[in-house]
């Protein structure tokens, strides 16, 4: 009776193995079902693609089933990055564009425009010492999206964010085509890091944690709401003081970690493919998309600053207040004003007299 089931057992082997494969064996990485129709056709357009954030920023906007149209622009190697991203079998069309003479080329129809371009901090340099470098590639950038993709979002990454985001406002002022609701500073790695070292400190599941992130994006700057953090796990003050030191001092951790070779690229990566889904839901019509993003606001008296926005099919449809705030961080939001201010201010004069 042995014998037989065994032999039984081989034949059904064999017949499995002899038979030609499912059609349906999937080389997705995302299901199949996933890449579902009936959305409108999204170009997205990366600026400095070929950098550290710019290539595994490119390789996950490539995995987003929403984007038809991926255009790789960078002043060299983004041919080579833009044949490697186009090999994966996922929809959306890659292009790679080099050099200033295609970048109107690149940006042509964009919906949404993500600026990872200009330099990293190394060891010892704060968020403002990029600002020389920085400030005049960002600029030049928004002044080819004004004309070529004006109605386009545009997701800066760009550091030093509370400073380059003002200049490319007032860029888009100049040119005319200023849309404060389409113009977003990316902070969603405070938000991803605030997340991650809550949920580790108060041993919660990371997937179930939401903090917002409030203010801007350096240093005092980026201030945590544990307060609001849901689940709430009721945590001493010692320990929120620690988690919101951590977050702020984030990227710091990165850039020293490195140890000369560069800032976070491959988190930011994640974090920038997260915002830029998001905005792509909220321009497709997907109702309740909230994140925190460094936005034109008059949630406080600065003309800047990051809260909780709602997105929606032409941008920032709602910026949400601060909701209550612990004494630590009325502290806190008080301590970041005048930086976040200095900052503001820097980006709108370097705009105005370049
Ligand atoms: N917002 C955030 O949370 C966050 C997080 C991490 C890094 N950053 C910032 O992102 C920026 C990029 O960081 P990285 O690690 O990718 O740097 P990187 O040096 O690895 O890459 C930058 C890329 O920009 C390109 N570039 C330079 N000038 C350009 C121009 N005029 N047009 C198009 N591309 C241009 C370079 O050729 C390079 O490929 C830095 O300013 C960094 O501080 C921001
Ligand atoms: O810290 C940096 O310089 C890069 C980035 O802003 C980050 O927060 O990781």
Redesign the pocket.
């Given at each position: 009776m042995k014998i037989t089931m065994l032999k039984s057992a081989g034949a059904a082997l064999k017949k499995a193995t002899t038979a030609s494969p499912s059609p349906c064996v999937s080389t997705h990485l995302l299901s199949r079902a996933y890449y579902s129709t009936g959305y409108p056709e999204r170009k997205v357009a990366i600026?400095?693609a070929?950098?550290?954030?710019?290539q595994p920023l490119s390789l996950l906007m490539k995995l987003n089933p929403f984007v038809s149209s991926l255009s790789l622009?960078?002043?060299?190697?983004t041919p080579g990055v833009a044949a490697d991203v186009s090999h994966i079998n996922s929809p959306a069309q890659v292009t790679g564009y080099v050099g200033e003479e295609q970048l109107g080329k690149a940006l042509e129809g964009s919906d949404l425009v993500i600026i990872?371009?200009?330099?990293?901090?190394k060891p010892g340099m704060t968020?403002d010492d990029?600002f020389n470098i920085?400030a005049g590639?960002v600029k030049?950038?928004c002044v080819a999206i004004a004309k070529y993709c004006p109605n386009a979002l545009v997701n800066m990454?760009?550091?030093p964010?509370n400073s380059t985001v003002p200049i490319a406002a007032e860029v888009f002022k100049k040119a005319g085509t200023r849309d404060e609701r389409k113009l977003f500073g990316?902070?969603t790695?405070?938000v991803i890091r605030a997340k991650t070292f809550y949920a580790g400190k108060a041993k919660v599941p990371v997937a179930d944690i939401d903090v917002p992130v409030i203010g801007g994006?350096a240093g005092i700057t980026i201030l945590p709401l544990f307060s609001q953090a849901a689940p709430k796990a009721n945590l001493p003050d010692d320990d929120i003081m620690a988690l919101t030191k951590r977050t702020q001092d984030g990227?710091t951790e990165v850039v020293e970690a490195k140890a000369g070779k560069?800032?976070?690229?491959l988190s930011?990566a994640y974090?920038g493919a997260v915002f830029a889904d998001a905005c792509i839901k909220g321009l497709n019509g997907v109702p309740a998309i909230v994140e925190c993003s460094f936005v034109e606001s008059s949630v406080t008296e600065l003309p800047f600053f990051a809260s909780q926005v709602k997105l929606g099919k032409d941008g920032v449809e709602q910026v949400f207040g601060l909701g209550p705030l612990s004494e630590f961080e009325k502290q806190g939001l008080e301590n970041l004003k005048p930086e976040l201010k200095a900052s503001i201010q820097k980006g709108i004069k370097f705009a105005n007299q370049n």
């Open positions: 600026l400095g070929a950098g550290g954030i710019g622009y960078d002043i060299a190697n990872p371009a200009g330099v990293p901090r968020r990029l920085n590639i030049s950038l990454i760009s550091n964010v990316v902070t790695l405070d994006h990227g560069g800032s976070a690229t930011m974090a």
